[in-house]
């Protein structure tokens, strides 16, 4: 046969039968993609839930938990001391000493170490007017308030509160006891629609 025939034969068995196929599988393609799919899954699930493969997260030795999730203890001054620097900070001044015929100090002053609920007061719902710190009258600026209450623009938490009041008690030298959230909700339950404070009503406080 010669190469003339062999094309000529070849054209008339292709001839009205296209090769549609070409081999060509819907299944294998859909398999690719699922198990690419759960390669992936698998990979991203390591990572997020295998404690990156620590000997401690596994450790058949450990006593079994109990169920609950554990909460991490937040040290009440390391907590005060952040939120100190986030609000406090600006008036009152890194070392407490605020300024002078401005803004009060809160280095050894009566405010700050003696009555408590009085303390927490001003914090919570905040202070308009003047007030006597140490002999000296401050009425140039007034006291926000912080607390979750009607108009507070800080809405802190007590806890926060009460951790911002036990820095404070607790840092230049200051020695007074701290202060616990459940003295700082007592206060703002007191007082539900409380506006700012003023120095007589604050000394009417016990």
């Known amino acids: ?84 620097a986030l609000a406090c900070v600006t008036c009152h001044m890194p070392n407490g000493m605020g300024v002078p015929n401005l803004y009060p100090p809160l280095v050894g002053t009566e405010w700050v170490l003696g009555s408590e609920e009085r303390l927490i007061a001003i914090v919570v719902h905040g202070l308009k007017g003047p007030i006597t710190v140490k002999g000296n009258v401050y009425s140039a600026a007034a006291m926000p308030a912080f607390g979750q209450v009607p108009g507070g623009g800080y809405n802190w938490s007590d806890e926060r509160i009460a951790a911002v009041l036990t820095y404070i008690r607790q840092e230049w030298g200051n020695e007074a006891g701290a202060i616990t959230a459940q003295q700082v909700a007592a206060v703002r339950t007191a007082h539900p629609d409380r506006k700012e404070w003023t120095e007589p009503e604050l000394l009417a406080l016990p």
């Not at 294998?28 to 699922?34: A, D, N, Q, R, T």
């Not at 450990?62 to 991490?72: D, M, R, T």
């Open 1 to 84: 046969m010669t190469d003339e025939n062999l094309i000529t034969a070849h054209e008339k068995e292709a001839a009205g039968a296209p090769d549609t196929h070409a081999q060509y599988r819907l299944l294998p393609l859909v398999l690719l993609f699922v198990f690419s799919g759960l390669i992936f899954y698998a990979g991203a699930y390591l990572n997020r839930y295998s404690g990156h493969f620590s000997r401690d997260i596994f450790d058949e030795r450990q006593l079994p938990a109990s169920g609950q999730p554990a909460v991490a203890a937040i040290d009440p001054v390391v907590l005060g001391k952040r939120q100190y």
